[in-house]
């Protein structure tokens, strides 16, 4: 337990740089002096060596960056202030950047829920945001992020269809914002452990696989053609209903049960037709 608690990042109180070089530059004018005198040589030459060791104590941290600082070995604390900064010459530092970083992941090939073959790739915003955990938890956390994240890539993409097969069905290629969403938590939950948060995750290329690319081509068109269709006879057959009302309502003609039928068949094909029909002028009577 206290080896794990020891991985958390804490504070470390550091002194300014700039007011610590004026001092060192002070007792360095101070001990020059002293050298040439005989008697006070002892006393100067350990001053003089503790206070040229005191130089190593300066270092510098940037803007959104945080050094991880220990003492041989062990984890003492991570320094966020920014500028320079003097600490225990003893100390190690590690820099570690606390800015905002993206990458794009390779193109994955994967199966989708349904088994089909489908590329996929995804780009990832992140930021470290616990130092300790990035730099103790795991040995690189920047190749962490890059494995465990194609690694939720392919988990989403196994979790859900490539395309929209019904009204209540969340698919990847149609729900982006919700296929977002997902894969942001996944990924998250992977990095928790080394001090990284996801910001976002988005699909950044999806297609199916080369193979079935024209296969699957094919099906979508013929899915748009079938839907393109029922659009149209539902359509038709309002108009059709329409038509009749009216020429009831108003008394206009009055027609059979064998002559609506034929009349509702002639509507639906000039209605539903690709082509256009070429009309048939009648100059004597429907009976």
Request: charge should be neutral; proline fraction near 4%.
């Amino acid at each position: 337990m206290n080896q794990n608690a020891s991985i958390i990042e804490r504070p470390l109180k550091t002194l300014p740089g700039i007011p610590m070089i004026l001092f060192l530059l002070l007792v360095t004018f101070l001990l020059l002096p002293a050298l040439f005198g005989v008697g006070l040589r002892l006393l100067v030459v350990p001053l003089g060596i503790v206070t040229l060791f005191c130089w190593f104590g300066l270092f510098m941290v940037q803007p959104n960056q945080g050094s991880v600082v220990q003492l041989f070995g062990r984890y003492i604390g991570t320094v966020r202030a920014q500028g320079l900064r003097w600490a225990n010459p003893f100390f190690s530092k590690r820099p570690v950047s606390l800015r905002i970083r993206n990458f794009e992941s390779n193109k994955l090939k994967v199966n989708d829920l349904g088994g089909s073959p489908i590329e996929i790739a995804a780009i990832v915003v992140w930021q470290v945001v616990d130092t300790a955990e990035a730099v103790f938890a795991v040995d690189d956390y920047e190749n962490f992020v890059h494995v465990q994240s194609e690694a939720a890539l392919r988990q989403s993409a196994t979790s859900y269809p490539y395309d929209l097969h019904d009204d209540h069905t969340v698919s990847l290629r149609s729900h982006t914002q919700e296929i977002a969403d997902h894969l942001r938590k996944e990924i998250q939950d992977r990095l928790t452990s080394a001090g990284v948060q996801v910001l976002e995750a988005r699909i950044a290329h999806l297609a199916y696989a080369p193979e079935i690319a024209q296969a699957m081509l094919q099906r979508q068109q013929a899915g748009a053609i079938i839907a393109a269709r029922s659009k149209i006879v539902e359509g038709a057959v309002t108009m059709v209903h329409m038509a009749l009302e009216q020429l009831a309502e108003k008394g206009m003609v009055n027609l059979d049960e064998e002559r609506k039928a034929q009349m509702v068949s002639n509507l639906l094909v000039v209605l539903c037709g690709e082509r256009g029909t070429q009309p048939i002028v009648n100059t004597g009577s429907i009976y």
